[in-house]
């Protein structure tokens, strides 16, 4: 615990009740637990005095953990539990939190605060669209719950296994990238977090350029959270700010008679590479607009930099107050503010994390170069293009020597050239990433492309696929020419009953991309004068029969899928993944017009004897039509090469009562087993089970062709700089 209280953290969140142990570590470390509390006696809560009480050795637990991944089925029971812990708690008040995947509006009448989690780093989801979801959050929720958001510092097991199993090297933990996890804390606190939960399933402290990387990614996000944390913990979202440049999102927070403007690079893919600025060198000289709304008369304008607050010049103009920032790269904090004790507050507070700023930073600017000059190394000549490689790593190597040279005599000075040295070191990493996307046509299409550390190795798997042919197509069905052809071959259709939304499965003979016919998927809303708003839950999706795979071989997922319109209540669109890469990679198809796209999954069995077979969803996340039409599944071969056995299906039957539909049975030989429309009933629940990956409420198997905060004055009733202007 001393080590994540130097990096930053004042809390840990635990799985476990804390021991005794634990409990005076974060004693003496300064730190508190987040956990569940210990297992209580099932006694009569209507008489207090037979209920036992939590000692005092359980203050350092700052809020009570009743679980993850729950739904509206978890209500009854999480309401008993939280009646009897807080009749047991000695310490009143003391908050409860949970993290739900659906029935956000009933969970939240029984605790006091919702962890929202989602994974977007090395997915598919933009980092717009991750800022909308977060949004939408609290309008699911009882009115005025706050909310806490979950970031992952680390890539999506089963993603780290098919890179693993792609690249043959260990990648048990596969790091997600510093300057996108900078950019995802950033939309949870213009969102309105009130905390931001780092998660990490590895230890942190390691000696590997894993870990190292990892603790200064999170050291350095901890200290630019602790200068936002007046706004974000007690302040609210004001309004958003327009800039000059398409790419930069700004939004504005509002404390008591101070505003903080919040800027971020939030270009295209980067949830999974950020882009530091434009092209192959920073150009230094570069200036960014910004118009910001409702700034008070008096308010003065701060930039917030390593050095301290400098002002900006700034003037009226219609819209709000216009100022300019100059150099500005991939991230700004703007204060205004026309009260001297809280321009000197944050003066103070920079003054107190200079040190730890400037040695994170330096961290950062030495693992950036390191990575970059060892991926050029290993990069071939296609990947490189017209990147300006030599020119790029002569100029990160000088700034990082020069920061070095600096840091005794003028550490202002070094921040700013190991800040240089690390934005040229990721805006590589990030122009090699933007290549290979190309290659393989989308961001999540190979999972070597998911992460800028394996970026050398998706261009050797790019070579190798360049040097392979398909196979034959071994999935039944996938013509979508007859809902017999689905319905007999162990296709399924699954359906999560909502009174607000009516779906339907078909197959539609409206300009299909090939054949006769392909399948519609609709979900709409049963009173089109109310629809709602937000859809909590994929309404309805499709999946594939199940097939078997030979390990070690390369697997081609093909569809095209149409999606005329965005889909309304969600930022998913149209979600297609696979049960081996998980949702995390899975492509989101938002709208393409009336034509159709053609979609390509690569992927590979896990490691292991016996990996699950391969199972491929359609979901319909929100309102609205889709089409889905000639699905193939082949394997890849060397050309020329003999004696590979194709992907097998893999003989299915109807699960008994009780058993979950995704955990099929299978057969070591054989083709599927038909199975008859009109026998198929709805499966019943099973604990712990439910839509791959996201734990949401169980659904109903159907055969085919069935049918912010509270504004207040001045920002809020809570003065973060009281103390500061009382001169304590």
């Not at 956000?104 to 962890?115: E, I, K, Q």
């Not at 900006?312 to 219609?318: G, I, N, S």
């Not at 060892?374 to 990160?396: D, R």
């Not at 299409?445 to 970026?455: E, I, K, N, V």
Request: aromatic content about 4%; glycine content about 10%; proline content about 9%.
């Amino acid at each position: 615990l001393e080590l994540l209280a130097r990096l930053g953290f004042n809390t840990v969140r635990l799985r476990e009740p804390a021991d005794g142990r634990l409990l005076e570590e974060a004693r003496l470390a300064g730190m508190w637990i987040i956990c569940p509390p210990p297992e209580l006696p099932d006694v009569d809560v209507r008489d207090p005095a037979s209920l036992p009480a939590f000692s005092p050795s359980w203050n350092r637990v700052l809020m009570w953990d009743f679980g993850e991944g729950l739904t509206a089925d978890d209500a009854e029971r999480l309401a008993e539990r939280a009646r009897r812990v807080k009749t047991c708690d000695l310490r009143p008040g003391r908050p409860s939190i949970a993290s739900a995947d659906s029935g956000l509006r009933t969970l939240s009448r029984h605790v006091d605060m919702l962890v929202s989690r989602r994974r977007v780093l090395g997915t598919s989801l933009e980092l717009e669209g991750y800022l909308e979801w977060l949004r939408q959050q609290p309008r699911l929720a009882r009115p005025g719950t706050p909310f806490m958001v979950t970031i992952d510092s680390e890539a999506d097991p089963l993603a780290a296994a098919q890179v693993m199993a792609l690249s043959g090297r260990p990648a048990e933990s596969l790091p997600v990238d510093p300057g996108s996890l900078h950019l995802a804390s950033y939309a949870a606190v213009a969102a309105g977090a009130r905390g931001l939960i780092v998660s990490s399933r590895h230890r942190i402290d390691g000696e590997d350029a894993a870990s190292r990387a990892r603790a200064a990614a999170v050291g350095r996000l901890n200290i630019d959270l602790s200068i936002l944390e007046p706004w974000a913990a007690a302040g609210r979202f004001a309004s958003t700010a327009t800039t000059s440049d398409p790419d930069v999102e700004a939004v504005v927070l509002e404390a008591v008679r101070a505003r903080m403007v919040l800027a971020w690079r939030s270009a295209q893919g980067s949830q999974v590479v950020a882009r530091s600025y434009e092209q192959g060198l920073p150009n230094d000289a570069a200036e960014l607009t910004m118009v910001v709304p409702g700034v008070p008369e008096p308010h003065q304008a701060w930039l917030v930099t390593s050095r301290g607050l400098r002002p900006l010049k700034q003037r009226r103009v219609t819209g709000g107050v216009s100022v300019v920032i100059e150099g500005f790269r991939s991230d700004a904090f703007v204060l205004f503010s026309g009260d001297p004790a809280i321009t000197g507050s944050v003066q103070r507070q920079l003054a107190d994390v200079a040190q730890a700023d400037l040695a994170a930073r330096r961290s950062l600017a030495s693992a950036a170069v390191m990575q970059a000059s060892l991926l050029a190394s290993q990069l071939p000549p296609a990947a490189v293009g017209k990147i300006p490689v030599s020119e790029m790593l002569a100029e990160a190597s000088r700034d990082a020597q020069s920061g070095e040279m600096l840091l005794g005599s003028d550490p202002a000075t070094a921040r700013d050239r190991f800040d240089r040295a690390a934005a040229i070191g990721q805006q590589f990493t990030r122009l090699v990433w933007e290549r290979g996307v190309v290659a393989t046509g989308s961001i999540v299409a190979a999972p070597l492309c998911t992460s800028g550390s394996t970026l050398a190795e998706h261009w050797r798997f790019v070579e190798t696929l360049a040097m392979t042919n398909p196979g034959e197509n071994v999935l039944v069905g996938g013509g979508m020419n007859r809902i017999d052809d689905l319905a007999g071959n162990g296709w399924r259709h699954f359906v999560l009953p909502q009174e607000s939304i009516r779906t339907s499965v078909e197959i539609s003979h409206d300009t299909p991309a090939d054949g006769t016919g392909c399948l519609r998927m609709v979900a709409a809303a049963a009173d089109p004068a109310a629809p709602p708003i937000v859809v909590e839950t994929p309404p309805v999706w499709v999946t594939t029969p199940p097939l078997e795979a030979a390990p070690g071989r390369l697997i081609e997922i093909e569809a095209q899928v149409r999606v005329a319109e965005p889909l309304a209540g969600s930022v998913d669109g149209l979600l297609v993944f696979d049960n081996w890469g998980g949702p995390a990679l899975a492509e989101r198809v938002v709208g393409t017009g009336g034509s159709w796209k053609r979609l390509v999954l690569y992927r590979i069995p896990p490691a292991g004897s016996s990996p699950q077979p391969l199972v491929v969803t359609f979901a319909t996340t929100g309102l609205g039509e889709v089409f889905v039409d000639e699905v193939r599944i082949r394997q890849r071969a060397r050309v020329g090469e003999a004696g590979v056995a194709p992907a097998a299906p893999v003989a299915t039957t109807l699960p008994p009562p009780g058993a979950a539909p995704m955990m099929l049975p299978t057969a070591s030989g054989g083709g599927p087993s038909p199975i008859a429309s009109q026998a198929i009933t709805p499966a019943a629940p099973q604990a712990g089970t439910g839509w791959p990956g996201t734990g949401l409420q169980w659904p109903s198997l159907l055969p085919f062709g069935a049918s912010g905060p509270p504004p207040g004055e001045g920002g809020g009733r809570v003065d973060p700089f009281k103390r500061a202007r009382q001169g304590g």
